[in-house]
Antibody
């Protein structure tokens, strides 16, 4: 059974930085493309970023390009999202998910990031 | 990257069929057969229901079906059940090598 467990969410001030993580199990992590999708409170889903299994290829939504960085450590079966220069509109539940751009099949339970002073 | 267009809400009675539309452009929905549909209960993670326009993952009821015509994809739920009441989101691969979601549709089972 695929399990994705996000962590690292919390309160961060505008302009600050935060790194969220996702520990994966039940899948061959190094062969699995992974994504981050967020959902602002009471709003819809928004794709944020994706990364290939090797980590060589990365993709970003325009709304986070240049501020967020996706990465992975295949030796630790862990996915990361480094969030810099955060804004109030980055407040959301951040979901880790297995898949790239054409299909996202398994989702974690999410971690809440709140940007506020 | 504009969101795909979905109706904000749809409703139906138990046993009936409903269809949720998802409209994009030739750069996303119309250009590729990479449309997916997700079901989300309040406070829960989304669940994949349909991928590649019309394929069902293992374990998803055959009451759920997907189709596409031009720039509009559709999700049909037949034999509506109370447990189908949830939010539904479509998504599509785009020509910009990104993924775009629809705004979501709240399904109410009357």
């Amino acid at each position: 059974e695929v399990q994705l467990l996000e962590s690292g969410g919390g309160l961060v001030q505008p302009g600050g930085s935060l790194r969220v993580s996702c520990a994966a199990s039940g899948l061959t992590f190094s062969s699995s493309a992974m994504s981050w999708v967020r959902q602002a409170p009471g709003k819809g889903l928004e794709w944020v970023s994706a990364i290939s299994g090797s980590g060589y290829s990365t993709y970003y939504a325009d709304s986070v390009k240049g501020r967020f960085t996706i990465s992975r450590d295949n030796s630790k079966n862990t996915l990361y999202l480094q969030m810099n220069s955060v804004r109030a509109e980055d407040t959301a539940v951040y979901y880790c998910a297995q898949g790239l751009l054409k299909i996202i099949d398994y989702w974690g339970q999410g971690t809440l990031v709140t940007v506020s002073s | 990257q504009s969101a795909l267009t979905q109706p904000a809400s749809v409703s139906g009675s138990p046993g009936q069929s409903i269809t949720i539309s998802c409209t994009g452009t030739s750069s996303d929905v119309g250009g590729y057969n990479y449309v997916s549909w997700y079901q989300q209960y309040p406070g829960k993670a989304p669940k994949l229901m349909i991928y590649d326009v019309s394929n069902r993952p293992s374990g998803v009821s055959n009451r759920f079906s997907g189709s596409k015509s031009g720039n509009t994809a559709s999700l049909t739920i037949s034999g509506l059940q109370a447990e189908d009441e949830a939010d539904y989101y479509c998504s599509s691969y785009t020509s910009s090598n990104t993924l775009v979601f629809g705004g979501g549709t709240k399904l109410t089972v009357l």
